[in-house]
């Protein structure tokens, strides 16, 4: 019996911190999200009014558009979020619908592969690449706490604009 109680508190427990990074939201509609590069900042929208914002981290050459793979540049342009990824190697991650038609052809005469999973996520795991700004491969990257609000919030087909 005494085995069993504490199977069970320690199963408990696991399932208390896997359940601790889904939060729960039910305030206005994530109607956009607007992420300004140089600025560093991403916005959550509902219609005209900002719900709250976050500093933010970027690709390791954050510069200009996302060209091809391997670039290190977060993408600029409209896009959707497209998927919500719980098991993300990052924490959590929503997925970005880049690469486009445009980035695609782009990329194709030009001879590159545009590259893709460009995520908002948390992260790293290797904690030393916190200390270091704009440590992605073209990523938006926040805090661990921030994702999972912005992972309660934000739903599948919300538009996201990314800005130079």
């Keep these: 019996m005494r085995a069993f109680l504490m199977v069970a508190m320690i199963l408990g427990l696991f399932g208390l911190a896997s359940c601790s990074k889904f939060k729960t939201y039910d305030g206005p509609e994530v109607t956009q999200i607007l992420v300004f590069k140089d600025a560093r900042v991403m916005h959550l929208i ?3 009014r900002v719900l709250v914002s976050y500093p933010i981290d970027l690709g390791f050459a954050p510069n200009g558009h996302k060209e091809r793979k391997g670039d290190g540049k977060t993408p600029e342009g409209s896009y959707i979020i497209d998927r919500k990824n719980p098991n993300s190697e990052f924490h959590l991650s929503l997925g ?14 030009a001879g590159n592969d545009p590259g893709g999973d460009i995520f908002i996520h948390g992260g790293p795991t290797d904690r ?3 200390e270091q700004p ?30 130079p």
């Design 46 to 48: 509902h219609h005209d």
């Design 96 to 109: 970005i619908s880049y690469p486009d038609v445009n980035d695609s052809l782009s990329a194709k005469e």
């Design 128 to 130: 030393r690449l916190r």
């Design 134 to 163: 704009d440590w992605t491969a073209g990523c938006i990257a926040v805090t661990d706490r921030q994702i999972e609000t912005i992972y309660a919030m934000v739903t599948v087909g919300t538009r996201i604009t990314i800005y």
